[in-house]
């Protein structure tokens, strides 16, 4: 371990969501070929209640579709069991179509190959999965609930104070503490944010027709409806929709709202019986000046928020989490101060561009499918049809989806067949 860095740990991550708890796991778990491991503390507000394995709990609202590179990270990093005890819904469809028009295209994995596109997983579970983990793990300290309070620069590192006056010291200070983020703010890295007219209704729904093994997304002029497959004949829908009329919707009472939504989703969602719970969240996209300064690094949300619509949020953060850990690996092996601007920026510049690509290209497709005179509509629909009929795009655009292309970090690509 690098004697530069004089701390009572080599990281602390504060945000011990999805994101932190993952960077953490794989900066604890040690790979070869680096045989260290790191001192981490991930300081976290408030846990998620507890889910036993073997229990079965009502599903939470907010769920996630994990792609294959997602999966690949959970696995490596000993989570994934943790996540199948408990429960996950694995897809191999995804359809998406034009409501206006006829474009649609559907990939399925059997095209490629793949036994599946991904996995439906609330994100609870993912975060529970990984908690278990760490926690076995002797080199990492989680602290819950505890709130960063302040920061300040030492001459070997970071110095730290929680709310309640807790002190620590760390070789580098990471802000995994989601769109809020706290530590994005002291560190004074700007943001560039767009708010969305549209808010998110996501609710939690029972279905006539059993399970479904396909999710999908369906845009109309108001925003795009989806689904999302859930254990036995329960699904996730989300629906896009200007904040007052979801304000509306969501007063409904509960038969009110199963009638509104079997009468505005299409007959694809499968006949809705009941719903289990309901809640609306603002959108907006916004990404990070800088994922770096004076020994600190940025991962997730507290990086970037990008739409929803293609269900990517959580899989990028991830592969932020698996690239910082082997940045820091690396430079570890090497002897370098983990905290230096040099080791950091690698990871800067690893990650910042290829979110820039995915924020730009959901934000793209939000516009496209925004209310448009119909000749534009006819050209999207026929895109749409384009990319069905194209083998070698469609099957590309699929692997896409998968999160199985570009430079991925070591932990996230895939080892045996899919
Ligand atoms: C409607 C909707 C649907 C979505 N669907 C998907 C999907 O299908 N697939 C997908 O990949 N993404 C999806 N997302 C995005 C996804 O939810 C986020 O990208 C993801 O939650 C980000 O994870 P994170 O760990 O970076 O941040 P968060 O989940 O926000 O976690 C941050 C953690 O930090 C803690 N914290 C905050 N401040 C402090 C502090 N000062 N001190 C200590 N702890 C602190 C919090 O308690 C929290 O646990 C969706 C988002 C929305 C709004």
């Known amino acids: 371990m690098n004697q530069n860095a004089a701390s009572e740990f080599d990281v602390v991550i504060v945000g011990g969501g999805m994101v932190g708890s993952m960077l953490c796991a794989a900066l604890a778990t040690a790979q070869a070929p680096f045989k260290d491991s790191f001192r981490v503390c991930v300081l976290e507000d408030s846990l998620p209640a507890s889910f036993d394995a073997g229990s079965t709990p009502p599903y939470d609202l907010r769920v996630s579709a994990l792609s294959i590179a997602s999966e690949q990270m959970l696995q490596r990093v000993g989570a994934w069991q943790g996540i199948v005890e408990r429960r996950l819904c694995k897809y191999k469809r995804l359809s998406v179509w034009d409501g206006e028009q006829q474009g649609r295209t559907e990939f399925n994995a059997g095209d490629i190959n793949a036994s599946h596109l991904g996995h439906i997983v609330e994100n609870r579970v993912i975060q529970l999965a990984l908690l278990d983990r760490i926690k076995q793990m002797e080199n990492v300290t989680v602290i819950s609930p505890a709130r960063l309070s302040r920061y300040n620069l030492t001459k070997l590192g970071v110095h730290l104070v929680l709310e309640d006056g807790r002190e620590f010291r760390a070789g580098l200070l990471v802000g995994a503490d989601g769109a809020n983020s706290m530590v994005r703010q002291a560190a004074g890295i700007a943001m560039d944010k767009k708010v969305y007219p549209q808010h998110a209704l996501v609710a939690t ?12 997304q369906r845009f109309v002029p108001t925003g795009p409806q989806a689904f999302l497959p859930l254990c036995g004949a329960q699904g996730s829908i989300v629906w896009y929709h200007t904040e007052e009329e979801l304000q509306r919707i969501k007063q409904l009472d509960n038969a ?37 300064a ?43 101060d983990i905290g230096e601007h040099t080791v950091l920026r690698r990871y800067e510049r690893w990650r910042y561009g290829d979110n820039q690509i995915m924020i730009g290209a959901l934000d793209t497709i939000y516009e496209a499918f925004k209310p448009r005179p119909s000749i534009v509509q006819q050209a999207r629909s026929a895109s749409l049809n384009l990319v069905d009929r194209v083998g070698p795009l469609k099957n590309q655009l699929m692997r896409h989806a998968m999160g199985v292309t570009g430079d991925l970090p070591s932990i996230a690509k895939r080892i045996g067949p899919a």
């Open 205 to 216: 729904v029972n279905t006539q027709a059993p399970q479904q093994d396909i999710t999908w």
């Open 256 to 292: 009110a709202f199963v009638d509104e939504l079997n009468a505005t989703f299409p007959e694809e969602l499968g006949g809705v019986t009941q719903v289990q719970s309901r809640g609306s969240f603002p959108l907006a996209k916004a990404h990070a000046q800088s994922y770096i």
């Open 294 to 336: 004076s020994r600190v690094a940025l991962v997730g949300d507290a990086a970037h928020t990008v739409h929803p619509l293609a269900g990517q949020g959580v899989n990028i953060g991830l592969l932020d989490a698996a690239a910082l850990a082997q940045v820091l690996r690396e430079a570890n092996a090497r002897g370098r």
